[in-house]
Nanobody, 124 residues
């Protein structure tokens, strides 16, 4: 059973930084794309950043609202994705969800997996 386990959320002042981590347990065969989404109260869940699994290079994409402030990275050996958040703003306040496309065993169709979410609150 594959699970995504998030950590690193919390309370930070505007202008501060946080680093989120998300590790996949269950020893999946392969983790393809990974990413972070967020959902603020009363709003839909939106993509924050995604990162592919390339050969020599992983390709990252960001929502316009976080470009230049957030950095997504991954460690394939640890089945882990990170989100470094700098220059944080109150509007970054949301529950952040980890996402991964996982091939559990060789030959299986990739499936979508989500973490349980971690609260990030940015105060003035």
């Amino acid at each position: 059973q594959v699970q995504l386990l998030e950590s690193g959320g919390g309370l930070v002042q505007a202008g501060g930084s946080l680093r989120l981590s998300c590790a996949a347990s269950g020893s999946p065969f392969r983790i393809n794309a990974m990413g972070w989404y967020r959902q603020a109260p009363g709003k839909q869940r939106d993509v924050v950043a995604t990162i592919t699994r390339g050969g020599a290079t992983n390709y990252a994409n960001y929502a316009d609202s976080v470009k230049g402030r957030f950095t997504i990275s991954r460690d394939n050996a640890k089945n882990t994705v990170y989100l470094q958040m700098n220059s944080m703003k109150p509007e970054d306040t949301a529950v952040y969800y980890c996402y991964a496309v996982v091939t559990v065993v060789p030959g299986a169709f990739p499936g979508d997996y989500w973490g349980q979410g971690t609260q990030v609150t940015v105060s003035l």
